[in-house]
């Protein structure tokens, strides 16, 4: 198995002040690289590049510039979200290990550090059609978070389709209140 290369994601500034993204690679690894290095880092930068673009046309649609809270967009939109980073790191898992990931990416996708593990881990574990936009994102950050529990009692999946049944039905409970209902319903199962 070939070695990954190891890149480091950094934002720059220009003389003029305008910032931009670009990868670093140390010396020693850079001369090790086999074949062109400087190809297989543009082809990596490009594939980042159209990632971070792809993800903030998604986020922000046309009003780029438009400050959004997480609160008000839809959950399919942060399944797609995760989806694309997903495919992101499907495409680069054998050749790049970028070594300071979760900043770079929290940075560039203008979210926590947590909200990408949670983007990453609900496209896992739910379907494009088990996300409802009636159910806000933090709901299923907090069922995924009790799923290794859920699934040792076989109620993962029966889960699922309880809480997107009550947002069909406009009968969410309070978020943290349906935390409270998960830890009770693991509870009572044990």
Request: hydrophobic share 30%; no cysteine.
């Amino acid at each position: 198995m070939k070695n990954k290369i190891p890149v480091r994601i950094v934002q720059t500034q220009d003389i003029h002040g305008t910032k931009k993204i670009s990868v670093r690679i140390d010396v020693k690894q850079y001369l090790d690289t086999d074949g062109n290095p400087e190809k297989q880092l543009e082809k990596f930068k490009k594939l980042y590049l159209d990632t971070v673009k792809s993800a903030k046309k998604l986020f922000y649609g046309k009003n780029i510039d438009e400050e959004k809270k997480y609160q008000d967009l839809p959950s399919s939109l942060y399944w797609k979200l995760g989806e694309l980073l997903r495919k992101f790191n499907e495409a680069i898992e054998n050749e790049y290990e970028i070594t300071n990931y979760t900043d770079a990416i929290s940075r560039d996708f203008g979210l926590s550090k947590d909200y990408i593990y949670d983007l990453l881990t609900v496209v896992k574990y739910f379907k494009k059609s088990e996300i409802l936009d009636s159910v806000y994102f933090s709901y299923y950050r907090a069922l995924k978070r009790k799923r290794k529990q859920l699934e040792k009692l076989g109620i993962f999946e029966k889960e699922k389709k309880r809480l997107n049944k009550m947002g069909k039905a406009k009968k969410l409970p309070g978020r943290e209140k349906y935390k409270q209902e998960l830890i009770l319903l693991i509870s009572h199962k044990k």
